[in-house]
């Protein structure tokens, strides 16, 4: 009798338990998190939040349509903190429509058609990065570009199309 005893009140506890745990939803709801960026770390890609913390995985067409950093140091499930302000200062370059990838720790942003710009500060990239997107169009596939802190863009590799000039002499 004492042992049936024990087995109703075990049986009405875990009844209540699973009844309160399906009700309530802040005891068994997931963190929330707001998606700031993709980062591809050891050929995967992931998603990270506004406080550097990755927490998904992301698909290639993620990683496609919004750009993403790589060559960054990570704090178990965490972006360094140091990469993590480097990013804050140029998340306009990293969601430029030209943009596919920056490598944090190399200083280089890669762009479609295989431009590579190599830069040696955040302020500076971040100040002059419209400069670079209004001749990105005139750029040749794979020019390679070096980013000085004065704003001024010297080519290593590659060059400018320049369309629609006639060169008239009077």
Known sequence: MRGFRLLVTFFFIYSFLLVYLAFNKEVISKPKHTFYGILKYNGRFYKYDTK???Y?????????????????????LRINE??????????????????????????????LKGIMVYFYKWGSLS????????????????????????????????????????????
Request: glycine share 8%; proline share 2%.
């Open 52 to 54: 550097g913390f990755i």
């Open 56 to 76: 998904s995985t992301a698909s290639l067409k993620d990683a496609v349509e919004n750009g993403f950093i790589s060559c960054v140091s990570l704090d178990g």
């Open 82 to 111: 140091e990469d993590f302000e480097g990013v804050k200062k140029i998340t306009h370059v990293i969601r430029s429509q030209y943009t596919s990838e920056v490598c944090l720790n190399k200083r280089t942003v890669i762009m």
């Open 127 to 170: 100040k002059y990065f419209d400069d670079i997107e209004r001749v990105f169009p005139y750029m040749v596939p794979r020019t390679q570009l070096e980013l000085y802190d004065n704003g001024k863009l010297v080519i290593l590799k590659g060059g400018w199309k320049w369309q629609n000039t006639t060169y008239s002499q009077q």
